[in-house]
């Protein structure tokens, strides 16, 4: 099996986010930086698929010169070698990500043989785009599944699992295919100190690709209002008693 993981370095979110004044980029000025969540697990999901039927793994990423210390921690947990597109930093729209994404796994193909598999996140961890698999999958003429909870490869054939409400959809397509996962898919590991070392020496290809003319354009961002929470004060010591059973009942424990 031969591999391709696409990443992106996006903000580490587990903080508050708040946006530049222009609400058209996240205000990292106070976060670090890492692999998106969704394509974590698409990184660990391409180290098992390569440790259980051997073959190589390759991530890639597009992105400024920063970007290779995600290139250096997808490489800790097993990936074989990096593709870096370097960029000066700026955002490029799904359409020229995608463009650059297809023209990169090409030229790849053409001097080590095809990818049965390119995976992807659902989508970035800042722009959230959901586009990138879909247009990747398109250009390179592969079928594409995305949304995917479930994954695995047995005989050359693709199976994907979505969520849905009361189960799950299970596809399978055959290989090569491209695949866009989502966070939970599986539990991504930790870089070891050994593997850190090991990513040291490994090699990644870097190129600059020329930015396109963008076609697609963002026009704002939005943070998602955080839920509302409700606090009822029912009573003090045994007066309270009383409310409480009253509230058990209301919300249906009772």
């Avoid at 991504?188 to 050994?194: G, L, N």
């Avoid at 943070?223 to 309270?240: M, R, S, T």
Wanted: glycine fraction near 12%; hydrophobic fraction near 45%; aromatic fraction near 4%.
């Amino acid at each position: 099996m031969k591999v391709l993981v696409c990443i992106k370095r996006v903000p580490a979110v587990a903080g508050r986010i708040s946006l530049t004044d222009d609400g058209r980029a996240i205000d990292s000025k106070y976060l670090g930086y890492a692999i998106g969540p969704h394509e974590e697990c698409a990184v660990e999901e391409a180290v098992r698929i390569v440790e259980a039927t051997g073959g190589e793994s390759v991530v890639l990423t597009l992105g400024p010169a920063e970007s290779v210390e995600q290139l250096r921690d997808a490489m800790a947990i097993g990936m074989s070698r990096a593709i870096h597109l370097v960029t000066n930093g700026e955002e490029w729209d799904p359409e020229s990500t995608a463009a650059a994404i297809v023209e990169a796994a090409r030229a790849d193909e053409a001097e080590s043989g095809p990818f049965d598999l390119v995976l992807l996140g659902n989508e970035s961890g800042d722009t959230g785009g959901y586009q990138v698999a879909a247009r990747v999958g398109r250009a390179l003429g592969r079928p594409v599944l995305t949304g995917l909870k479930g994954l695995s490869v047995t005989n050359g054939i693709l199976h994907g699992e979505q969520v849905v409400p009361g189960g799950r959809d299970v596809y399978e397509v055959s290989l090569p295919a491209v695949a866009s996962v989502l966070e939970g898919l599986n539990l991504p590991r930790y870089p070891s100190v050994p593997g850190r070392i090991r990513a040291k020496s490994k090699p990644v290809a870097a190129s600059r690709p020329a930015r396109p003319e963008q076609r697609l354009e963002m026009l704002r961002l939005v943070v998602p209002e955080g839920a509302a929470k409700q606090v009822e004060i029912l009573g003090n010591g045994a007066a309270a008693a009383a409310a409480t059973v009253d509230m058990f009942d209301r919300i249906g424990i009772l």
